[in-house]
Structure formats: structure tokens, C-alpha cells
């Protein structure tokens, strides 16, 4: 299995580079200057300094998403009343086309921190609130009449079957949230303004230094893909399937 | 001496549908008394409805000659998908009717391996349900049910989703089990076999309303070892009668 991924990651650099050499088209590096610009980047400082401006907005985002979302998506699950009132809104939001409404944040709230994490936040609260909804809800109607037939009390009942059994949900929520919150916060940084990992690809773009804006690229990829990947790991270990 | 007694009682779903009508029943104190009837006579209803797990439409359930509306501590329900929580281990699965009733941690374990063990799990305390077979997930979800000592097991299917060869050998541990501890028991199946092999009593219920058509009492000597039992004339005699009237509904 490892021998497979790596030949594949092998083919896939492999075809990079004969394509970029081939040449393709002007804007298109091989691999294997791309890897040099990447080396550059990060020895330079560059690309460190600028994932410190990125990662902020993004973790402060889906920070106040896990906490607040959860909340809401629990409510959600455990009340009607709540669920009445919010559900139309996290589903209008999962549907909404996100790169047209962050214009719009950039005129309510200018081009600053609190935008970003905005953006952040629109993209990964719907998923992280539904999921955790769906985790409450979804409990097996079997094991609340158990906890019945043993005259559990309501609290009971949510403390030790509902939350437990919807924390698998609400953990992939949160690693889904993340996921989406990655997409947030690139758009954010080309379309509001050009900071860290945005600035990076539109001024290498600009200055036409394609091998860097394609690790600029590249690296982002690379860092969602890997951190999506550990959360998974993670997940699988506190959450054994059954 | 009856223990458990039905009377007058209507089942109407939301959707119109008449589950259960005018049914009438008295389980005997200590005996084991089964519903048995094809799918969608209400057999299951009229257990969840005894059980106070869900609400009648009309009638009375009377639990120790005491009119009842909800669960209560003298009955325990053992589930026909088993109903255990999937992340804990069986000591807790177990002990876990005790645990909603606050008994502390220390004391409710200690009951719950005796259970454990008189079930046939010893060894078993730290796996969890998806480490074992349906046979033995229904050994977990009967054992949490005599942990809490309720008078009174109600057992929905309890076999349905048990193989063929473990099923005969759950029965048997069952019936020993039970006179041991001198349950009263009210049992749903679909399996005339399992009915006539295991019950004092069994209740054969017509579907859509059910309605209690027949009573009959098999006449079959429990002294007699498993395989005995089931070549006796009065078992066969009994598993024919049955076939008899419940053939008219299928």
C-alpha cells in the first residue's frame, strides 16, 4: 500500500516535470523548480511569515465556529423551538454561492482582520452546526427507549447517550468545517485583500515569478491536505466504526 | 396468581391505523408467557405498551394489581436490536440500568459480573459490542436486564437476530436462567417452536387489529433435558395446533 502511494506521488511529480519542460505554456514551471522556489520561500522567511498571517484568521474562525456552532447545532437537535427559528438560516448559508457575498463583507466591515475571519466563518459554520444537528437527532430511537425502560431521566438521556453518540458527527463536522475553512480563507485573501498565502500567489503572479506562486500554491494545498489528514486519523482513533 | 394483566386495550397509530384491539390478557406470576402471532398483529406493540414505552389508546395495564402509565423499576426490557451503547465496554453495558439509577460505581460492577458471569460472559467485561456475536450481544442486553432485578423481563424477539445453532443454546440457558431467578416473562416471537419449546403460556394474537384469538397452554413436562423436549408428543402436538390457526392468517 505505502509502495503504491508513493509511486503515485512519484508519476504525478514525474508528469509535472516532463510537462514543464516540455514547455507547456510560459506560466507553467517543472516540479523541480517549483521545488527549488519553495526552498527559497521558506529559507528566505517568506513563506513562514506569510502562514502566520493566513493561520490566523482561519483558526480564529473556526474557533468560534466549533464553540458556538456546536452549541447552536445542538440546540438545534435537542429543541424544536431552536431548530424552528435557525435551521432555514444554516441551510440558506450551505447553499449560498460564498464568493459573492464576501464583497459585500468587505463593505460592511473593510478589508481587516474581522472580515477574513467573517469569511471563515460563513464557509464552515453550516457544515459544522448541521453536522452536529444531524448527530443529535440521528441518536438510536432504540437505545432512548432503553434508557426510558430503565426510567433514565431526561438529562440522563443527553448526557450519556445522545451527546456521546453524536460526537462521531460532530467531530467530522469540525474536520469538514476546517476543510472549508481553508477554501474561506484563500478566497478571502485574493478577494478582499492580498495578505500571506494570497498575497504570495497574486504578487508572484504579478511579477510573472511563476515557480513562486506555483509553490505559494502548492504549499497551501499541501498543508490543508496533510492537517485534513492527521484530524481523520485522529477521528478514527477516538471513534472507532463499528 | 397473575402478575401482569392487559384489559380493554386499543392501540390507534397517528396514521389512522388500528394496531391493537380490544385486547385482554393475565400473565401468571413466575411463568413465561409469549405473544406469538404473524408480522403485524401488534405483538411488539402490546409489549412496548405493557412496558410503558409507548402510549395506548384505550385500556389498562395493571403490574402487581397496580394500575401503571410509564416504565417502572419492576419490569426490564430486553431489545430485539439489542440496544447497547456501541462505545462502551459490557461491565458498563451491563451495569448500566443500575447506573442511571445512581447506584455507585463499585457496587453497581460487582452485581453487574455476577451477571455477567450467570450469562456465560466471564472473560468478556472489557470488550466492546462490536468485538462480539449477536448471540452474545443479546447475553449482554439480557444480564443488564436482571441486573436491575425487576420481577418482570419483557423480551421483544430477543432471538430474531441470533443464528440458528446459538439461538438453541440462548434458549436453553434462558429457560434455566429464568426459573432461577423466577422472572415472570413475557416473550414476543414469531416462531412457533420457540414458543411452544420455551412457554407456560402463549397468547396467539390475529393480525390488523390484532386481537388475542387463542390462549393455549403446552402441556410439556420442564423436567425433561432440551432434546427430549423437543421429540415430545405433547411439543409436537402443541407446534401442530398452533400451525392450525395461524396458517389462516398467512
Avoid at chain 1, 449560498?96 to 463583507?105: D, S
Avoid at chain 2, 438453541?168 to 426459573?179: A, M, N, S, T
Avoid at chain 2, 414476543?188 to 402463549?202: G, K, R
Avoid at chain 2, 415430545?232 to 402436538?237: G, K, Q, S
Wanted: hydrophobic share 45%.
Amino acid at each position: 500500500m505505502r509502495g503504491w502511494q508513493l509511486a503515485s506521488f512519484a508519476l504525478f511529480f514525474g508528469l509535472w516535470e516532463l510537462a514543464g519542460r516540455w514547455p507547456l505554456s510560459a506560466a507553467f514551471p517543472p516540479a523541480s523548480q517549483t521545488g527549488v522556489a519553495l526552498w527559497q520561500m521558506i529559507q528566505d522567511g517568506s513563506l513562514p511569515r506569510a502562514y502566520l498571517i493566513t493561520l490566523q484568521p482561519l483558526l480564529i474562525g473556526v474557533a468560534l465556529c466549533a464553540v458556538a456552532g456546536i452549541t447552536f447545532g445542538v440546540g438545534m437537535g435537542l429543541s424544536r423551538a431552536v431548530e424552528w427559528l435557525s435551521l432555514p438560516v444554516f441551510i440558506i448559508l450551505q447553499a449560498a454561492p460564498m464568493a459573492a457575498i464576501i464583497p459585500l463583507l468587505t463593505y460592511m466591515y473593510g478589508i481587516g482582520l474581522t472580515s477574513k475571519v467573517l469569511a471563515v466563518i460563513m464557509l464552515s459554520a453550516p457544515v459544522i452546526v448541521m453536522n452536529s444537528y444531524k448527530g443529535i437527532r440521528n441518536t438510536n430511537p432504540s437505545l432512548l427507549q432503553m434508557c426510558r425502560s430503565f426510567q433514565g431521566s431526561r438529562t440522563q438521556e443527553i448526557v450519556k447517550i445522545v451527546l456521546p453518540h453524536a460526537a462521531a458527527l460532530i467531530f467530522t463536522g469540525l474536520r469538514l468545517g476546517l476543510a472549508m475553512g481553508f477554501i474561506g480563507i484563500v478566497i478571502a485573501e485574493l478577494l478582499i485583500t492580498p495578505t500571506g498565502i494570497g498575497d504570495l500567489i497574486t504578487y508572484n503572479s504579478s511579477v510573472a515569478d511563476y515557480p513562486k506562486m506555483f509553490a505559494a500554491i502548492g504549499s497551501i494545498v499541501a498543508v490543508a491536505a496533510v492537517s485534513l489528514h492527521l484530524l481523520q486519523r485522529l477521528e478514527l482513533r477516538l471513534f472507532p466504526r463499528d | 396468581m397473575t402478575e401482569v394483566e392487559v384489559s380493554g386495550i386499543r392501540k390507534i397509530y397517528d396514521n389512522g391505523l388500528e394496531a391493537l384491539r380490544d385486547v385482554n390478557l393475565a400473565f401468571p406470576k413466575g411463568q413465561l408467557s409469549t405473544l406469538l402471532g404473524p408480522s403485524g398483529c401488534g405483538k411488539t406493540t402490546l409489549l412496548k405498551i405493557i412496558a410503558g414505552l409507548i402510549p395506548r389508546s384505550a385500556g389498562e395495564v395493571l403490574v402487581k394489581g397496580k394500575p401503571v402509565d410509564g416504565p417502572g423499576p419492576e419490569r426490564a426490557f430486553v431489545f430485539q436490536d439489542f440496544a447497547l451503547l456501541p462505545w462502551a465496554d459490557v461491565l458498563r453495558n451491563v451495569a448500566f440500568g443500575l447506573e442511571l439509577r445512581g447506584v455507585p460505581r463499585p457496587e453497581r460492577e460487582q452485581v453487574a459480573r455476577r451477571f455477567i458471569a450467570e450469562v456465560g460472559l466471564k472473560g468478556f467485561e472489557s470488550r466492546h459490542p462490536n468485538q462480539l456475536s449477536g448471540g452474545m450481544r443479546q447475553r449482554v442486553g439480557l444480564a443488564r436486564a436482571l441486573t436491575v432485578d425487576a420481577d418482570i423481563i419483557l423480551m421483544d424477539e430477543p432471538f430474531s437476530s441470533v443464528d440458528e445453532q446459538t439461538r438453541r443454546k440462548f434458549q436453553e440457558d434462558l429457560l434455566v436462567l429464568l426459573r432461577q431467578h423466577q422472572k415472570t416473562v413475557i416473550f414476543v416471537t414469531h416462531s412457533i417452536e420457540e414458543a411452544a419449546y420455551l412457554s407456560d403460556q402463549i397468547a396467539l394474537l390475529s393480525p390488523r387489529p390484532g386481537t388475542v384469538s387463542k390462549i393455549v397452554r403446552p402441556e410439556v413436562d420442564r423436567s425433561k433435558s432440551p432434546d427430549e423436549i423437543r421429540r415430545d408428543r405433547n411439543y409436537l402436538d402443541t407446534v401442530d395446533e398452533i400451525w392450525g390457526i395461524l396458517r389462516q392468517y398467512v
